[in-house]
């Protein structure tokens, strides 16, 4: 499980970003100022760090400076939230060492999106998980198997690409835009009705699992063990 310090001075966006985050599967600790955050990476240090530019006691930017100078935090990701939205803004947090910038406000699907493709990034190709696994199914990426309770699953190319899609998103919504240009390709010009047939033939050779796949009704699709 990924860990995730979030520091932000305001509790409300604090509460929100450590419930959303939580809710997706992560660990998560908040923090209201830049001591306080220092002195828990003393103790542990995360897997990403969710920074305001804005806060009390100390500047968002030398906070990202400090923790460039150090080895043990020198590339931890760093996603930078902040009310300024100019470019200068923007170029200075990144130009430090930010790897990514949100301007308030922001959607949660926004951020949590933001925040797996950071993960994703940070873990170098070669220890990044074979496996995909989500309640009784598991995805095998090296082999391009996929198993349900044990048993082989026979899968079109479409057909697992769309399951490994939706696996890597577990508990987020993809959209159908996503899923389009991400199974099908950029230039695809058929109808969108054609991915509705793929998740119900998908759905029925997962079996019971494929209950785990649900709609999300004029947005797209979500996978998830949970109810």
Known sequence: ???IYVVEDDKNIREIETFALTNTGYEVEGFELAKDFYQKLEQKCPDLVLLDV???DEDGLEVVKKLRARADTKTIPVLMVTAKSTELDKVKGLDLGADDYMTKPFGIMELISRVKALLRRSVPQENRERMLSLGNVVLDR?????????EVCELTFKE???????????GIVTTRDVILDR???TDFEGESRTLDMHIKTLRQKLKEAGSMIKTVRNVGYIMSATE
């Not at 090296?142 to 044990?150: C, F, T």
């Not at 697992?160 to 577990?170: F, P, Q, T």
């Open 142 to 150: 090296e082999k391009r198997v996929v198993y349900v309770s044990g």
């Open 183 to 185: 199974v099908w390709g």
């Open 1 to 3: 499980m990924s860990c």
């Open 54 to 56: 804005m806060l009390p």
């Open 160 to 170: 697992y690409e769309l399951l490994k899609l939706l696996m890597s998103n577990a």
